[in-house]
């Protein structure tokens, strides 16, 4: 399955809030479609919000019907309605600067097809990007994994959360290619449900042993000495090395650290934020009541109940024993090591 394709004048969107019970794709053929998919969480995980950031950018000029001197002012407002999806993933930021300085350095190109087919080639670059920097991910992460080991992860940060491949399943997948006779423990993820209905899918139909995990039941496991490493993903990395994660990443990395077992965050380089001093900064997206008083539209809370419902949280890079990126990990002190990362061919 993939969380998005492009069709020629449309984005194939797998529509992953209806996983596991149907596999059902929508084609948006407008940057209103994708930006709607993005905030209904169609399409979600850091990556592949960035990747189909860039292809409603290139609808969007697909779209235009003005001359060419005003497609610059149309353009902003269709990226300013993409950027207002998601605040947190600093991904989606990313790919949209990305497809605005292309479309700056297009100034002397008059025939706007010409301009749009320059947009499509860099919104290809972007998802190729990601194809290519998760697998580089996942090599650099297999180092850490021990053989047999049993790996805990949270949220779903793998091929569907990105174009390809994975992130943290990206390390996982590499060591169950390498023959490691890995494990993995699924947290379920509330509220959404992420791990339970995406995870855990990816994970079974490519036959690598995994087992689901209520949320409160980590601690236990680590407890018991059931868990050797723990892998997770990032929506957002500070200078620092603080991390914004799925809802509930905090509580993991706590626990990991007061059971001495590593925790170790696995993102591409355009998960990092340097703009951002610590993860204080970062912007957390708040979700609809309704993710948590409803359960597939049934309610498990009384309608009239006040809800608080934090789609992130941010683990303190003190937490973290180490970034792996597809420039290599990273350990502290982040501050420095970041910064150097960053600037590294």
Known sequence: MKS?????????????????????????????????????????????????????FVLGALEYQGSRDELSGYMDVVQARLAATRPTAVNLFWALRRMEDRLRECWDVDDLEDVRRILLEEANRISEDDRR?????????????????????????????????????????????????????????RPYLQGARLTALELHQDKIPVTLIADNMAGYLMQQGKIDLVIVGADRIAANGDTANKIGTYSVAVLAQAHGIPFYVAAPTSTIDLKVATGQEIPIEQRPAKEIQEFCGIAVAPGEVKVYNPAFDVTPAKYITGIITEKGIVVAPYSVNLLKLMVRP
């Not at 940060?157 to 169950?176: F, N, Q, S």
């Open 133 to 189: 920097m998760n697998r580089l991910i996942g090599e650099f992460g297999n180092e850490i994994v021990p053989e047999k080991a049993n790996i805990l992860t949270h949220c779903n940060a793998g091929a569907l959360a990105t174009v390809e491949y994975g992130t943290a399943l990206g390390v996982v997948r590499k060591a169950h290619e390498a023959g490691k006779g890995i494990h993995v423990y699924a947290d379920e993820t």
């Open 4 to 56: 998005i394709e492009w069709l020629g004048n449309a984005l194939r969107i797998l529509d992953q809030s209806k996983l596991p019970v149907e596999i059902v794709y929508r084609d948006a053929t407008s940057y209103e479609g994708v930006a709607e998919a993005i905030e209904q969480m169609e399409v979600r995980g850091a990556p592949a919000i960035g990747a189909a950031a860039a292809y409603g």
